[in-house]
């Protein structure tokens, strides 16, 4: 759901005077190497899935989050080349570049895109054109939410701002104090009704999207450990939401779900994975850092289920769609596996690249994109 479009006053505010000290991955700290990947069964193949269309973007190695808005998918690539897919078609709605690298993206509304550069710019489009510039107080690795004629971003530094849509002026900034280390990963900042439902260290915030003030914290996770590294907690990745109810990953901390109407947690459970995570109205899904995929019951976080299958294979977070799970590899295959009990149904190969990002759904369109730029639209037969 989108914000009401009601008009907003702007707030002043304090910049930050400098960016957040950020990590890539706390995992690749120990030098270790990685165990062999577990090998994979035969392809039953017993879910017919068909390659709809596919085009073709520069390479993406940024961490991009594929927006999906109607029948209209956005995605870019790593050298500033932004593209709006019509999904049932498979058709380029427009292709523009913004003429500089990206650190994070995408955030449509259908219509407005907003992405962000590694020049710490705020860069939005229109109908294939740039359609304004702001320079942003630190970097940012979370894809801005475009919601209610507004862009809303969340920087490392903790701030978040909200912008005009068509002009760009700033209107407001909720500004926090700063962790020591963040992750240089995409976080959670999405529309919950009228409350803009952002991730600040391990807690879900909910914000008046109107004027930046708190309305409610609930933590899912909280600092451990005796240093900054061990104290390292942030919400990441995609989250899970079945009407008031919003479910999040921390990294390498747990998982956990919230109801933001009242803004109290409902659970929180030990889970050790980098992804965000995917649901329905019966169970959570996530893949963890060790290539294990499990099913948490949405309603006490009890497991369901789990299989390691793809034990210490690089997995994407899943996608929840009909009676099955969406997951890429870093090898470059596409697995769905049944909701149910996590039985393999079929894998496909889109370009043998590494998958770039989740799989989104654009009506009955599953959209996958690889790392060398292939998008591909893949339907059940």
């Not at 700290?29 to 062999?36: I, L, M, R, V």
């Not at 897919?85 to 650190?103: F, H, M, N």
Request: proline share 6%.
């Amino acid at each position: 759901m989108n914000f009401s479009q009601r008009s907003m006053l702007p707030a002043s505010f304090l910049r930050a005077t400098a960016a957040a000290l950020v990590v890539a991955t706390l995992a690749a700290c120990s030098g270790t190497a990685k165990p062999k990947p577990a090998e994979l069964p035969p392809n039953p193949a017993v879910l017919g899935v068909r390659q709809a269309w596919s085009i073709r973007i520069p390479k993406v190695a940024f961490p991009l989050t594929t927006d999906v808005s109607g029948d209209r998918v956005t995605v870019a690539s790593s050298d500033g080349t932004v593209t709006m897919i019509d999904a049932r078609s498979g058709q380029e709605s427009w292709r523009a570049s913004v003429g500089v690298p990206l650190s994070a993206g995408v955030g449509s509304d259908g219509s407005l895109v907003a992405v962000i550069t590694t020049d710490n710019e705020l860069v939005a489009l229109q109908g294939g054109k740039v359609l304004w510039r702001q320079r942003l107080p630190a970097q940012s690795y979370t894809a801005p939410l475009v919601a209610g004629r507004r862009v809303f971003v969340q920087s490392a530094d903790r701030t978040t701002t909200a912008w005009d849509g068509q002009s760009g002026r700033r209107l407001w900034s909720q500004q926090r104090t700063a962790e020591n280390l963040v992750l240089k990963r995409p976080g959670v900042l999405i529309a919950v009704g009228d409350t803009l439902v952002t991730g600040v260290g391990g807690r879900l915030v909910g914000i008046n999207p109107s004027n930046g003030t708190s309305r409610w914290e609930a933590p899912i996770a909280a600092p451990r450990g005796t240093n900054d590294v061990e104290r390292l907690v942030d919400l990441t990745g995609s989250v899970s939401r079945v009407g008031d109810s919003v479910c999040a990953r921390a990294y390498y901390a747990s998982v956990g779900c919230v109801d933001t109407s009242r803004g109290t947690l409902l659970w929180s459970k030990p889970a050790s994975g980098a992804d965000g995570i995917s649901g329905d109205d019966r169970f959570i899904y996530g893949t963890e850092d060790n290539g294990n995929v499990v099913a948490w019951r949405r309603d006490n976080g009890e497991r369901a289920w789990q299989i390691e299958r793809f034990k210490y294979r690089t997995l994407t977070a899943p996608l929840a769609v009909g009676r099955s799970l969406i997951i890429g590899d870093a090898a470059g295959l596409v697995h769905v596996v049944s909701r149910e009990d996590g039985a393999l149904l079929n894998r496909l190969t889109p370009d043998g690249s590494p998958i770039a990002a989740a799989p989104v759904l654009s009506g009955n369109t599953v959209v996958v994109v690889t790392r060398n730029g292939g998008v591909f639209g893949y339907r059940p037969e």
